[in-house]
């Protein structure tokens, strides 16, 4: 059974940091590309960014370049995503999602985490 579980969401203050794990299990991590989304209330479920399998290659949401970071630890089954500069336009739930394929579509991912909340206050 294939497990993503998200942890490290919270309450930040606008310019704060915040980084979010995802662990997962129950499938060979390594061959999966990794992606992050995000849902704010009201709205679609979007593309924040992504992680390839071999290199660590990423890919961006143009709204988060610079400020988001994506690393993974195959070793630990581990994906993270370091935000900085954080804006209240930021405030979601955040879900990591794996798949085969990856991209910017939810229909590239086979399995979806829970997902943890972050807001950012003004």
């Known amino acids: 059974q294939v497990q993503l579980v998200e942890s490290g969401g919270g309450l930040v203050q606008a310019g704060g940091s915040l980084r979010l794990s995802c662990a997962a299990s129950?499938?060979?991590?390594?061959?999966?590309?990794m992606g992050w989304f995000r849902q704010a209330p009201g709205k679609e479920r979007e593309f924040v960014g992504q992680?390839?399998?071999?290199?660590?290659?990423?890919y961006y949401e143009d709204s988060v370049k610079g400020r988001f970071t994506i690393s993974r630890d195959n070793a630990e089954n581990t994906v993270y995503l370091q935000m900085n500069s954080l804006k209240p336009e930021d405030t979601a739930v955040y879900y990591c999602?794996?798949?085969?394929?990856?991209?910017?579509?939810?229909?590239?991912?086979?399995?979806w985490g829970q997902g943890t909340q972050v807001t950012v206050s003004s």
């Open positions: 129950g499938l060979t991590f390594s061959r999966y590309v």
């Open positions: 999602a794996a798949g085969i394929y990856g991209g910017i579509s939810r229909s590239g991912y086979d399995y």
């Open positions: 992680i390839r399998t071999s290199g660590g290659r990423t």
